[in-house]
């Protein structure tokens, strides 16, 4: 082979390379792709309530919660909604009580005589004891269905994996222009079984334009569950979806629409 041939053979296979290399992610991950390294945060960090060592949760924390997040001075977020199930629509009361050691959340339901409630010691519980399975679900849906979880989880020695970057729709074209995301898994510590998430992990899908949340995938009692994030409204510099819809297998679980949201103090 000349050396003229030759050259040519090796720039068509470098300009190939390239162009494959370059060419955004175009299929929904499964668990068998995901990569093995991951980073956890020190001791340290976590007793200092230290949440830089997680460049993606800081890079969600400073666009949903700017200036208004600080682990060092504890506030209450409150958020209030309608749930809509096949069956019935209820209003709710969300609590998120944050803190430097991570956050407390109290569900409360209309109708309920008390909140389903959530914290790193204890996991879910009730104010009598353990919940049932329908409500220890739901309160998940809403504990860890969340941006706010997603930031904190790294406070209670969560793995953080970028799985993949610029990943489409399965069904993209070749001139597909459409929302792309960074998909982030979020591997939980809790090892106790009482304690324990239903789902000891989760896929959180940051679209790459507005760096917000755009779904996020778990499987929980071997049912696949998306959280479908949509309608991101600004109050007072803090972004927060107007609606939640929960999906499996193409069929709707429930969906909650934020009415109103508030900070104080505590």
Request: charged share 20%; net charge negative; aromatic share 6%.
């Amino acid at each position: 082979m000349s050396p003229k041939i030759l050259l040519s053979v090796v720039v068509c296979v470098a300009v190939s390379a390239a162009v494959f290399i370059a060419r955004p992610t175009s299929h929904i991950l499964t668990t068998q792709e995901f990569p093995p390294q991951s980073t956890t945060q020190n001791v340290d960090d976590v007793a200092a309530g230290n949440l830089s060592p997680q460049p993606e949760a800081v890079k969600l924390s400073r666009r949903v919660r700017g200036a208004g997040f600080d682990t060092q001075k504890p506030r209450t977020l409150v958020m209030q909604g309608v749930l809509a199930t096949a069956t019935e629509q209820r209003n709710v009361q969300i609590r998120r009580n944050q803190n430097s050691s991570g956050e407390q959340l109290q569900v409360l339901l209309a109708g309920s005589q008390a909140p389903l409630l959530w914290d790193a010691v204890a996991g879910a519980h009730g104010s009598a004891g353990p919940l049932n399975l329908n409500d220890r679900a739901l309160l998940e849906r809403f504990t860890f269905d969340s941006a706010d979880e997603f930031i904190l989880a790294q406070l209670r020695g969560a793995a953080y994996t970028v799985v993949a970057r610029n990943v489409r729709p399965d069904d993209a074209p070749e001139d597909y222009s459409g929302a792309l995301w960074d998909v982030v898994r979020v591997d939980d510590p809790e090892q106790d079984e009482g304690k324990k998430p239903l789902s000891a992990w989760r896929l959180y899908y940051i679209n790459t334009r507005t760096g917000l949340i755009d779904s996020i995938v778990c499987d929980s009692q071997g049912d696949r569950i998306v959280a479908n994030f949509s309608d991101w409204i600004d109050r007072s510099g803090e972004k927060f979806p107007a609606k939640i819809t929960w999906t499996s297998n193409g069929r709707t679980l429930m969906s909650f629409n934020l009415t109103n949201v508030s900070s104080a103090p505590h």
